[in-house]
């Protein structure tokens, strides 16, 4: 366990781990649901996320679902058919969409690691992570519209970006399912572990080569990226992360360290951000 600052909310859903001090691994826990996510369980990942972002010693967070068979099978359809929609928790996901990640800005970096079948909202949660590392037995799809729905979690647009128009379209419209390889090929993808027991170490290795970077540099450098992904307009993207970040980024002291470790060909030794 690492010296947190602050401590997790509770959570009947998810399984918090620690690999490394600076790394959150977020099970989902209901591997005989195949990993699907009741409406509750949206905000409790939202509100664990939201604590992931403020506490001062965490910099990387892995989510993945437990089990051998499913990430996350999407929404709990079960439940969806009962629940009378209605504003609030009861039946709507928070504005970070589905796990509180489809639609999430946040502010420090998430991995997907991908044990199994990441359908719907599944899907469009690693859509949205900023890394996602998949089993070789791993599949992705959006098959909402096949049950009267569509992808409302912000995956269309994503898919698209990362895909294509077409691709996506198929995806979309179809049911199709991608293979780890396909999903890989289409960039949805960072790596296919070797073998499915490795997905889980392999996020983790990818997770501490992000936690040895500046963890200002880490958070501004995320907040670049996705303003460049979102932003039609490079210029825009770049006067974004500039006007939010640039003053705290070199009057933080992680500056100072990497500097002057760079100066002495020492390892820097970083402190918590504070942007």
């Known amino acids: 366990m690492p010296a947190l600052e602050t401590q997790p909310p509770s959570s009947k859903m998810f399984k ?34 939201d604590w992931f972002d403020s506490e001062p010693s965490l910099r990387v967070a892995i989510v993945t679902g437990a089990g051998k068979k499913a990430f996350s099978a999407g929404q709990d359809l079960i439940e969806l058919s009962s629940v009378k929609k209605s504003p609030g928790k009861e039946g709507s996901h928070p504005s970070s969409g589905f796990l509180g990640i489809s639609k999430r800005i946040g502010k420090k970096p998430i991995i997907a690691a991908v044990n199994g079948f990441a359908l719907g909202g599944g899907f469009e949660t690693c859509l949205n992570c900023d890394m996602v590392v998949a089993s070789p037995l791993a599949t992705f799809g ?9 992808a409302a979690a912000g995956g269309l647009p994503r898919i698209v970006r990362t895909c294509g128009l077409h691709i996506a379209s198929e995806i979309a419209l179809t049911g199709r399912r991608l293979t780890a390889q396909e999903a890989f090929s289409y960039n949805v993808v960072n790596k296919v572990s070797e073998t499915p027991e490795a997905v889980v170490g392999d996020a983790v290795d990818l997770a501490m080569k992000v936690a040895a970077i500046s963890p200002d540099a880490a958070i501004v450098t995320r907040h670049g990226l996705r303003e460049a992904w979102n932003e039609g307009s490079v210029e825009t993207a770049a006067k974004n992360t500039s006007d939010r970040y640039t003053d705290g980024l070199f009057q933080g002291e992680n500056f100072k360290i990497g500097v002057d470790a760079f100066a002495r060909k020492a390892k820097p030794e970083w402190v918590p951000s504070k942007l």
């Not at 690999?19 to 509100?47: C, D, F, Q, V, Y």
């Not at 959006?142 to 569509?150: D, I, K, S």
Request: no cysteine; proline share 12%.
């Open 142 to 150: 959006l098959p909402e519209a096949q049950v009267g729905l569509y």
């Open 16 to 49: 918090l781990s620690f690999p490394t001090p600076n790394i959150l691994l977020m099970t989902i826990n209901r591997p005989k649901a195949m990993n699907s996510i009741p409406m509750a369980g949206h905000w409790e990942a939202a509100s664990i996320l």
